[in-house]
């Protein structure tokens, strides 16, 4: 049934979008927005032999990746997941910070297809390898530095990864309210990063104004769990 529901899927989804996958040198599928606004940057960034590939983006939002699966390995093209750490609370089940004890994940991809894995400590533990499946890589949020912050979501990793940038440009952001109701109107960078997760819930309706804001800034760093999946890519 399982089988059926999928193929039901993937055949009202190419019904419905131009469904360039089929062609396509790498396949990258992203969750949101703010990934597709700054996907190219982030590849040029970081990954700049990627420009000379045809890549196929399909945003699929955070509950549908899955789905894909049996396309891609059918694909057999190298392909890209990035998605969500989406930790939840193991009591409540709902959203909060990775750090939170027993933390588990909500994600789908993470729990069923790679590294098939519920427990969030077990997800930032997990090798490379285990991000791996056939010809599919998983990418989700891990710490910029061994035992540093980590997001929960796309928004939180680059507020990590971008703590130093905000800090200096503050005054310059459309949402800079969004940081300064967490960490006052002079915080330094170690503030900014611990503060990441109620900042990006902040910010949860005003995904693409946040990617505007990091695209009329110089000088942004690529979130070490995208970085690592562009480069494995690029492979």
Same mark, same amino acid.
């Not at 990063?193 to 942004?220: N, Q």
């Given at each position: 049934?399982?089988?059926?529901?999928?193929?039901?899927?993937?055949?009202?989804?190419?019904?419905?979008?131009?469904?360039?996958? $089929?062609?396509?040198?790498?396949?990258?599928?992203?969750?949101?927005?703010?990934?597709?606004?700054?996907?190219?940057?982030?590849?040029?960034?970081?990954?700049?032999?990627?420009? /000379?590939?045809?890549?196929?983006?399909?945003?699929?939002?955070?509950?549908?990746?899955?789905?894909?699966?049996?396309?891609?390995? $059918?694909?057999?093209?190298?392909?890209?997941?990035?998605?969500?750490?989406?930790? #939840?609370?193991?009591?409540?089940?709902?959203?909060?910070?990775?750090?939170?004890?027993?933390?588990?994940?909500? /994600?789908?991809?993470?729990?069923?297809?790679?590294?098939?894995?519920?427990?969030?400590?077990?997800?930032?533990?997990?090798?490379?390898?285990?991000?791996?499946?056939?010809?599919?890589?998983?990418?989700?949020? #891990?710490?910029?530095?061994?035992?540093?912050?980590?997001?929960?979501? $796309?928004?939180?990793?680059?507020?990590?990864?971008?703590?130093?940038?905000?800090?200096? /440009?503050?005054?310059?952001?459309?949402?800079?309210?969004? $940081?300064?109701?967490? #960490?006052?109107?002079?915080?330094?960078?170690?503030?900014?990063?611990?503060?990441?997760?109620?900042?990006?819930?902040?910010?949860?309706?005003?995904?693409?104004?946040?990617?505007?804001?990091? #695209?009329?800034?110089?000088?942004?760093?690529?979130?070490?769990?995208?970085?690592?999946?562009?480069?494995?890519?690029?492979?």
């Amino acid at each position: 049934a399982n089988g059926k529901t999928t193929l039901q899927f993937l055949a009202q989804y190419m019904h419905t979008h131009r469904c360039d996958m $089929f062609f396509a040198d790498r396949i990258i599928l992203i969750e949101g927005t703010a990934e597709r606004l700054l996907l190219r940057a982030m590849i040029s960034k970081c990954a700049p032999e990627l420009a /000379n590939q045809y890549i196929s983006i399909i945003e699929v939002g955070d509950a549908y990746a899955a789905r894909f699966k049996t396309l891609l390995e $059918f694909l057999g093209v190298p392909a890209l997941v990035i998605t969500d750490l989406d930790s #939840v609370d193991p009591a409540t089940k709902k959203r909060c910070a990775p750090d939170t004890g027993g933390a588990l994940t909500s /994600n789908a991809t993470l729990k069923d297809w790679a590294p098939k894995l519920s427990e969030v400590k077990a997800l930032l533990q997990a090798p490379a390898e285990a991000k791996v499946c056939g010809n599919v890589r998983v990418a989700y949020e #891990v710490p910029e530095a061994d035992g540093g912050p980590c997001g929960r979501s $796309f928004e939180d990793a680059m507020i990590i990864a971008n703590a130093d940038m905000f800090a200096r /440009n503050l005054g310059t952001l459309a949402l800079k309210n969004a $940081f300064t109701s967490e #960490v006052g109107i002079m915080p330094n960078p170690e503030a900014i990063a611990a503060a990441a997760f109620p900042i990006a819930e902040r910010l949860s309706r005003k995904k693409t104004d946040f990617a505007f804001d990091m #695209v009329l800034t110089e000088g942004w760093t690529v979130p070490r769990y995208v970085r690592e999946g562009l480069q494995w890519l690029m492979r």
